[in-house]
């Protein structure tokens, strides 16, 4: 157990719908980062928000939207659904170092299985 | 623009014998470099990690070779064991933001 939670662990829905995918971080990590593992994909880096603010953005679409909230959870908000969105949503924490830059390992979650019909 | 590459999707070995795993990488400015293994319905879990600044890191059975000039990294398993049967992902950073990973290598540990 990462100590990260992720809810749901399923999520079915149809295309054109919206989605919000919740995070809970470990104890004391104040950075979460978001990625999408598709089928036979690596894990593609979406966003990262340490303490609330977001420090980085990597492949997401503008349909897509992230968020992190005061107790530190985060959702991520997907819209719009396509076919193509269906993959494997992977949360992620980490332990900073200065100004939300961490060359630590991060502590996955178990992922939320995105499936769009 | 896959800047990690893992161009081995699967690797089987025998119980006992040395397991490697490679990793090719892009971009020059990575300055870290890790290791994930990944067990089927789980987040990956981290297993090692170096610094550019190193060409090894060891831990236990496990060692990470670092190549800067050929922009390559190989993961070393000895001696490989059935539980360590999963999908090894490699990453890198330069921000400590970001990180890129590749696409996985299944390992099979075949008793």
């Known amino acids: 157990d990462s100590g990260v939670t992720q809810t749901p662990k399923h999520l079915i829905t149809a295309t054109g719908q919206r989605v919000t995918l919740r995070c809970s971080p470990r104890?004391?990590?104040?950075?979460v980062y978001w990625y999408q593992q598709s089928l036979d994909q690596g894990l593609q880096f979406l966003i990262q928000?340490?303490?609330?603010?977001?420090?980085a953005k990597g492949n997401i679409l503008e349909r897509f939207s992230a968020q992190q909230f005061p107790d530190l959870h985060s959702e991520l908000n997907l819209s719009s659904l396509e076919l193509g969105d269906s993959a494997l949503y992977f949360c992620?924490?980490?332990?900073?170092?200065?100004?939300?830059?961490?060359?630590?390992?991060?502590?996955f979650g178990p992922g939320t299985r995105l499936t769009v019909l | 623009d896959q800047q990690v590459k893992q161009n081995s999707p699967s690797l089987s070995v025998q119980e006992g014998r040395i397991s490697i795993l490679n990793c090719d990488y892009t971009?020059?400015?990575?300055?870290?470099f890790l290791w994930y293994k990944k067990y089927p319905a789980e987040g990956p879990t981290f297993l090692i990690s170096?610094?550019?600044?190193?060409d090894k890191n060891e831990d236990g059975r496990f060692t990470v070779f670092l190549n800067k000039s050929a922009k390559h990294l190989s993961l070393h398993i000895v001696p490989s064991q059935p539980g360590d049967s999963a999908v090894y992902f490699c990453?890198?950073?330069?921000?400590?933001?970001?990180?890129?990973f590749g696409t996985g290598t299944s390992l099979t540990v075949i008793p």
């Open positions: 992620a924490s980490s332990v900073e170092g200065v100004a939300g830059v961490s060359y630590n390992e991060q502590f």
């Open positions: 971009n020059s400015m990575f300055d870290y």
């Open positions: 928000y340490y303490n609330g603010e977001e420090r």
């Open positions: 990453a890198a950073t330069y921000t400590g933001n970001q990180f890129y």
């Open positions: 104890s004391g990590d104040l950075s």
């Open positions: 170096i610094s550019s600044i190193k």
